[in-house]
Nanobody, 125 residues
């Protein structure tokens, strides 16, 4: 079992930046592709970004491409989401997830095996 703990959320003004972290424990971190998803009130969970087990492949949702950057440090068992030029529509609970099967990364939530508890990001206008 892999445990995932997100941190770094908070309140920021539009145009600002936040860096989310997701620390993993209980498994071999480099065995997993990692993803970030988000869920706004009244909406379904949506894909944000994913990174392959090696970190060499990344993929982003159109809505965040060019503003968000996903990265990982396998030595620290941590995946990051750098969020720049934040917009009010980025307000959501952000979740990290680990995928043991599709090691190249996936934008489909159901392929992920383990999930964190989420961290709130609020962007004010």
């Amino acid at each position: 079992q892999v445990q995932l703990v997100e941190s770094g959320g908070g309140l920021v003004q539009a145009g600002g930046s936040l860096r989310l972290s997701c620390a993993a424990s209980g498994g071999t971190f480099s065995n997993y592709a990692m993803g970030w998803f988000r869920q706004a009130p009244g909406k379904e969970r949506e894909f944000v970004a994913t990174i392959s087990w090696s970190g060499l492949r990344t993929f982003y949702a159109v809505s965040v491409k060019g503003r968000f950057t996903i990265s990982r440090d396998n030595a620290k068992n941590t995946v990051y989401l750098q969020m720049d030029s934040l917009k009010p529509e980025d307000t959501a609970v952000y979740y990290c997830a680990a995928d043991a099967v599709i090691k190249s990364g996936s934008n489909v939530a159901t392929t992920y095996d383990f999930w964190g508890q989420g961290t709130q990001v609020t962007v004010s206008s």
